[in-house]
Each structure stands twice: as C-alpha cells, then as structure tokens.
C-alpha cells in the first residue's frame, strides 16, 4: 500500500508540473518476492525510480522498504533531486533543496555538571 501511495503522488506531481510532457521511459517491474522496482522519465527532464524489497524486521514481522530518487528541472533551470528511504522508521528524504534545522543549542554549563554528577554518583535502591 505504501509503495502504491509513493508512486501516485510522484505521478500526480509529474502531472501538476507539466500536463504536456510527454513519457520518453517508463518501466515497472514486480519481483516473486513482493518487492518491485520502477523507472520513468519525461521529455521536460523529470525522472524517478525506486526499488522496494521485503525484508525482516522481527521474528514473524517483515517490511516494505522502498529506496529511490527523483528529479525535476525548476523555473530557474537549476535541477533539483532527492533521494529518499520509506520503511518501518518512516519516510526519510534527502536533498539540497529542503530546509534544515537549525543547529542544536549547546547544554548549559550548570546541566552538564549535574549530568556529570548523576552519572558518578548512580541511584541504588536502599532496603
């Protein structure tokens, strides 16, 4: 279900993008051990693929795990291209273009010294 979610918004953008780019590849492949892999690419340079594999994750329980990328050319002209993982830790995407956060605040030098303390002086339970 979630590579089916993946792969109709990636086509719905297509679609949004440009409703008169013509399809130059577009390939689809399912695999006999539930994953599959897919490829397109349009004559405006959008292109996308992914793989997706069933894999172990417990001792009865397996997950989806979808890797893959895609690419566009924005007005600018300038291209843009992401990569990303969908599995049992969420969707993880990557790219130049996404906002980031902001550095983490360093711990203050009163917290750190209690963290110090707590650590060399652990808690024992008393009878």
């Keep these: 279900m979630k590579s089916f979610i993946v ?3 990636i086509v719905a953008c297509v679609y ?11 390939v689809y492949e399912p695999n006999s051990a539930g994953g599959f892999q897919y490829a397109y690419e349009t004559d405006n340079g959008i292109q996308a693929q992914a793989d997706a594999v ?3 994750v417990g001792k009865d329980e397996v997950a989806l795990e979808i890797t893959g990328s895609n690419s566009y050319t924005n007005p600018d002209g300038e291209v ?5 993982v969908a599995n049992e830790n ?16 360093p711990i203050p030098e009163y917290i750190q010294r209690a963290l110090e303390y707590i650590a060399a002086h652990p808690y ?3 009878n």
Excluded at 90 to 105: A, D, Y
């Design 7 to 9: 792969a109709a918004c």
């Design 16 to 26: 949004a993008l440009d409703q008169d780019a013509q399809v130059l590849r577009s």
């Design 54 to 56: 069933l894999k172990s």
């Design 80 to 84: 843009v291209s992401s990569t990303y």
């Design 90 to 105: 969420g969707f993880q995407v990557q790219g130049s273009h996404l906002p980031t956060p902001p550095p983490p605040e």
């Design 124 to 126: 024992t339970e008393k």
